[in-house]
Structure formats: C-alpha cells, structure tokens
Nanobody, 116 residues
Framework: QVPLVESGGGLVQTGGSLRLSCAAS?????????MSWYRQAPEKERELVAR???????DYADSVKGRFTISRNNVENTVYLQMNSLKPEDTAIYYC?????????WGQGTQVTVSS
C-alpha cells in the first residue's frame, strides 16, 4: 500500500484555485504528527510550502501566506492544501510529507500548472 497519495493537481489560469488532497495510510498518520506540503519547480530545489502540526498549528512559506491554507481531517487521514489566487510561479510538482516515529514518508507528487 502506498503510504501517501496526492491528488487534485491540474492546469489553472492565473488567479484561479485548486485544492490538493493527500490521503495517508493509517500506519503513518497520527493526530499529532506533522504533515507538510512541499513543491519542486523545474531546476529548483524542493521547498516547504505549508506544514500543520496537530490540528491548528500551521506554518507557511512567505510566498504563499494569505493565499494557501493547509488543513487536516484526522478521521479520514487526509491533509488538504487549498490554493487561491494562484500565480505562474506556483507551477511545480507538489508533494505531501509525513513524519512519524523518526521516519519521513513522501507521496509521488501531483503537478500544478498555472498559466499566465
């Protein structure tokens, strides 16, 4: 079973919105475990976009503050990334990451493309 599965990516125009989902298997999802979204654009390093610890503690990259919102559903073992006011520079592959028991897990990524 794949531990993390992202979905929701696609092609959107500047100013549009997308909602990414990350479904986690029970064995790597804990209410208190940090869950994060990262992204990697072509020829750039992977960067942290947003992180949620517990139910309400969140961190965001400066470039997405006020536009992106991370949330989690602990019943469905799912983490979301609501992305509004998208810009061409948000174009990247978005990855979900879980950290539990000293180990990290990554999803396969979902492509987000924002056209100008």
């Amino acid at each position: 079973q794949v531990p993390l599965v992202e979905s929701g990516g696609g092609l959107v125009q500047t100013g549009g919105s997308l909602r990414l989902s990350c479904a986690a298997s029970k064995r790597i999802f804990s209410i208190s475990s940090p869950m994060s979204w990262y992204r990697q654009a072509p020829e750039k390093e992977r960067e942290l976009v947003a992180r949620i610890i517990g139910q309400r503690s969140t961190d965001y990259a400066d470039s997405v503050k006020g536009r992106f919102t991370i949330s989690r559903n602990n019943v469905e073992n799912t983490v979301y990334l609501q992305m509004n006011s998208l810009k061409p520079e948000d174009t990247a592959i978005y990855y979900c990451r879980s950290y539990l028991g000293g180990r990290e897990y990554w999803g396969q990524g979902t492509q987000v493309t924002v056209s100008s």
